[in-house]
């Protein structure tokens, strides 16, 4: 167990339907982070969290809505995706965010929308 | 140009071979190196972390780097069915605050008994 744990493992989803992505670290860290792994392609970074506070946008559309209630857990709300959206959602946990710190990942929400 | 190139394999070896994996980059601001292991339904683990030229070895596990060439590469001796994983490279500027890592695409490897 890495000590990131993402709930739902698997989720379907309609492109009218909302659904949540849910996150929780029990490593002690104030860093999370979402990431997007899509197949073929590089590991996208999405959000960054620190200390409960967004720092980083990478630029992600709308229709993916970040929450962190608390270093411990973190959310991805979504609404009105599209069929490209289907990836691998990572979450992952840092101590913090300085360029040393290593980053641990969940297992990953495997997201199919149809 | 991409960021960082890697050899998306997949890479099929027998058990007991020596795995060579690679990746180049573009970005001379890179100044982090790491190897990543990532299992089938699995989230990736940091395997190897270097950063600066010259080879760390940890087991069976070396992870290179030749900063002039911007190539990084990971070998595994002795390779075992467990190894068998999608490996990414990834890099990270010396400059970011943030855990801002640039990712390779990952080399799928098979080690068959």
């Known amino acids: 167990e890495t000590g990131v744990t993402q709930t739902p493992r698997h989720l379907v989803m309609g492109m009218t339907n909302k659904k949540s992505l849910k996150c929780e670290q029990h490593?002690?860290?104030?860093?999370m982070y979402w990431y997007k792994q899509s197949a073929k392609k590089p590991l996208e970074l999405m959000f960054v969290?620190?200390?409960?506070?967004?720092?980083e946008n990478n630029s992600v559309p709308s229709r993916f809505s970040p929450e962190c209630p608390n270093s411990s857990h973190l959310f991805l709300h979504l609404h009105t995706l599209q069929p490209e959206d289907s990836a691998l959602y990572l979450c992952?946990?840092?101590?913090?965010?300085?360029?040393?710190?290593?980053?641990?990942f969940g297992q990953g929400t495997r997201l199919t929308v149809v | 140009q991409k960021e960082v190139e890697q050899d998306p394999g997949p890479l099929s070896v027998p058990e007991g071979a020596i795995v060579s994996l690679n990746c180049t980059y573009s970005?001379?601001?890179?100044?982090?190196f790491m190897w990543y292991r990532q299992y089938s339904r699995k989230g990736p683990e940091l395997l190897m972390y270097?950063?600066?030229?010259g080879n760390k070895e940890d087991g069976r596990f070396t992870a290179q780097v030749d900063k002039s060439s911007k190539y990084i590469s990971l070998f595994i001796r002795d390779s075992q069915p467990s190894d068998s994983a999608t490996y990414l490279c990834?890099?990270?500027?010396?400059?970011?605050?943030?855990?801002?890592?640039?990712f390779g695409t990952g080399t799928r490897l098979t080690v068959i008994p």
């Open positions: 992952a946990s840092s101590q913090g965010t300085g360029k040393n710190t290593e980053a641990f």
């Open positions: 490593l002690g860290h104030n860093a």
């Open positions: 969290y620190n200390f409960k506070e967004q720092t």
């Open positions: 970005n001379s601001a890179f100044q982090y």
């Open positions: 270097t950063y600066s030229s």
């Open positions: 990834a890099y990270k500027t010396a400059l970011t605050g943030a855990n801002n890592l640039f």
